[in-house]
C-alpha cells in the first residue's frame, strides 16, 4: 500500500472558499513535503515540513503535521481558480533521498 | 536556470520498438530520479542516482528498462522492447541535497504511448 495517502481523492469548492487536504502514512519520517500537479505538467514543490515541526505556513497555505497519528493536512485559504490541480504528499523513508508520493486529491475550484 | 529539461515530450511507438527518453538537470544538482506515473498506480519511483552513481533500482519493472547517467547533465532511460503497459508519463527530477530528501525539481514529463 502507499506510504502517503491523501484524502479525499477529489474535492469541489467555490472559489474563496477554503480547501483541506489529509494526508496518513506507515513509516517514521524525517519530513513531509506537499506538491502540486497541474494538468499535463510536472510537479511542483510547495512545502516541506520537518518531523519537528507541527505547523508551517507558507501564502495561503498552512500544513499540519501530527507524528503520532502519522498525518498531515494542506489547507489553501481562499481558493482560487488557479489552485485547480492535483496535490500530493510525499514522505520519505527516514534518511534516504527516496521520496515516496501519496495517490494525491483533484482539487476543483468552481469560479 | 532552465529547470529540468526532458525529451521527447511526446513519444507514440508501436510495440517492439526501442524508446529512449532524455534528462537534463538542474545545473548543479547531483541527485537525479526518474518516476513513472499511471492512472492505476499513480507516481513510482524507478530508479534514482547520486553524483552519476545509480543508487536504488528497485523500482525499475524489468530486464526492458535500463538507466544510465553518463555525466552530471545528462540521463536516459530506456526501455527495449516496449510494450503497451509502457504507456506512462515518465518524469525526471534532481535534487542539489545529497544524503537526505530535500526538495525535488520535476521536469515535464515525457507522455510515451505504446501502440
Known amino acids: 500500500s502507499q506510504q502517503g495517502e491523501e484524502d479525499p481523492q477529489a474535492l469541489s469548492i467555490q472559489e474563496g472558499e477554503n480547501a483541506t487536504m489529509n494526508c496518513s502514512y506507515k513509516?517514521?519520517?524525517?519530513?513531509l513535503q506537499w506538491y502540486r500537479q497541474n494538468s499535463g505538467r510536472g510537479l511542483v514543490h510547495l512545502i516541506l515540513?520537518?518531523?519537528?515541526?507541527r505547523e508551517k505556513h507558507s501564502g495561503r497555505l498552512r500544513v499540519t503535521l501530527d507524528t503520532s497519528k502519522k498525518s498531515s493536512s494542506l489547507l489553501i485559504t481562499a481558493s482560487r481558480a488557479a489552485d485547480t490541480a492535483s496535490y500530493f504528499c510525499?514522505?520519505?523513508?527516514?534518511?534516504?533521498?527516496?521520496?515516496?508520493f501519496g495517490t494525491g486529491t483533484r482539487l476543483t475550484i468552481i469560479p | 536556470d532552465a529547470g529540468v529539461i526532458q525529451s521527447p515530450r511526446h513519444e507514440v511507438t508501436e510495440m517492439g520498438q526501442e524508446v529512449t527518453l532524455r534528462c537534463k538537470p538542474i545545473s548543479g544538482h547531483n541527485s537525479l530520479f526518474w518516476y513513472r506515473q499511471t492512472m492505476m498506480r499513480g507516481l513510482e519511483l524507478l530508479i534514482y542516482?547520486?553524483?552519476?552513481?545509480?543508487?536504488?533500482d528497485s523500482g525499475m519493472p524489468e530486464d526492458r528498462f535500463s538507466a544510465k547517467m553518463p555525466n552530471a547533465s545528462f540521463s536516459t532511460l530506456k526501455i527495449q522492447p516496449s510494450e503497451p503497459r509502457d504507456s506512462a508519463v515518465y518524469f525526471c527530477?534532481?535534487?542539489?541535497?545529497?544524503?537526505?530528501?530535500?526538495?525535488?525539481?520535476f521536469g515535464p514529463g515525457t507522455r510515451l504511448t505504446v501502440l
Open positions: 527530477a534532481s535534487t542539489g541535497l545529497a544524503g537526505g530528501t530535500d526538495t525535488q525539481y
Open positions: 515540513i520537518r518531523s519537528n515541526e
Open positions: 542516482f547520486n553524483n552519476n552513481v545509480p543508487i536504488d
Open positions: 510525499a514522505t520519505d523513508a527516514g534518511g534516504n533521498e527516496k521520496l515516496t
Open positions: 513509516t517514521s519520517i524525517n519530513n
